[in-house]
């Protein structure tokens, strides 16, 4: 099972972007679908984008397609979320996370591995 630690989050204005990056240990790397989530405080984490185990299939949540783009390096077991034009509503623990189905689920209970979250904070 793949070990997954975050990194990127900070505070942003309005309009500006972030990368946020998901280093994988483990030799099985491709072999996971790969996601990220976030989660608001109050809220329910909630799904954001996923990548398919080659990186030929991409998912995103409506409010981010566009803005928000998701790759990954097997080659380095890495994951990256490029996000541009953040908005406040953005604002939330981001995580990363991983699952061996084989289809991409946007429901937090059937991913079966995560890592422990980069806070992303927008300000107007």
């Known amino acids: 099972q793949v070990q997954l630690v975050e990194s990127g989050g900070g505070l942003v204005q309005a309009g500006g972007s972030l990368r946020l990056s998901c280093a994988a240990s483990?030799?099985?790397?491709?072999?996971?679908?790969m996601g990220w989530f976030r989660q608001a405080p109050g809220k329910e984490r909630e799904f954001v984008a996923a990548?398919?185990?080659?990186?030929?299939?991409?998912v995103y949540k409506d409010s981010v397609q566009g803005r928000f783009t998701i790759s990954r390096d097997n080659a380095k077991n890495t994951v990256t979320l490029q996000m541009n034009s953040l908005k406040p509503e953005d604002t939330a623990v981001y995580y990363c996370?991983?699952?061996?189905?084989?289809?991409?689920?946007?429901?937090?209970?059937?991913?079966?591995?995560w890592g422990q979250g980069t806070q992303v904070t927008v300000s107007s």
């Open positions: 990548i398919s185990r080659s990186g030929g299939s991409t």
């Open positions: 996370a991983a699952d061996q189905s084989s289809v991409i689920y946007r429901t937090a209970p059937r991913w079966d591995v």
């Open positions: 483990g030799r099985t790397f491709s072999s996971y679908n």
